[in-house]
C-alpha cells in the first residue's frame, strides 16, 4: 500500500508564488510516477506536472514555464514550486503515485490553492 499526503497550499496574490509538497510512505519501491493534478469548481480534474522513475517530467501547456515538478528521494517527498502564480491556477490540488506493483493510483486528500487578482 502506498500513502499520499499533500501539504504547502494556501492564499497567494497573482503573480507569487508557493511550493507543495506531497509525502509519500508504504511500497514506495513500487511507485513508476509521481503526479500533481488539479481540480477547480465545476471542472474536472486535470493533470498539472508529472514526474516518473527515471526523471522525466511533463507539463500541462498552462504550466510550462511557470511551475517545476521535482523530488528528494531522502525525505520521501515530491515537491510542486509554482511560480507566476495567476488566478486560473486557483483549484485543490491533488498528489497522485502510481503503483506498478499494484496497477493502481493512490490519491491524496488534496490542498487548496487560491490566487487572488
Known amino acids: 500500500q502506498v500513502q499520499v499526503v499533500e501539504s504547502g497550499g494556501g492564499l497567494v496574490q497573482a503573480g507569487g508564488s508557493l511550493r507543495l509538497s506531497c509525502a509519500v510512505s508504504?511500497?514506495?519501491?513500487?511507485?513508476?510516477?509521481m503526479g500533481w493534478y488539479r481540480q477547480a469548481p465545476g471542472k474536472q480534474r486535470e493533470l498539472v506536472a508529472t514526474?516518473?522513475?527515471?526523471?522525466?517530467?511533463n507539463y500541462a501547456d498552462s504550466v510550462k514555464g511557470r511551475f517545476t515538478i521535482s523530488r528528494d528521494n531522502a525525505k520521501n517527498t515530491v515537491y510542486l514550486q509554482m511560480n507566476s502564480l495567476k488566478p486560473e491556477d486557483t483549484a485543490r490540488y491533488y498528489c497522485?503515485?502510481?503503483?506498478?506493483?499494484?496497477?493502481?493510483?493512490?490519491w491524496g486528500q488534496g490542498t487548496q490553492v487560491t490566487v487572488s487578482s
Open positions: 497522485n503515485a502510481y503503483s506498478d506493483l499494484e496497477s493502481a493510483d493512490h
Open positions: 514526474l516518473n522513475s527515471g526523471g522525466s517530467t
Open positions: 508504504g511500497k514506495i519501491f513500487s511507485i513508476s510516477v
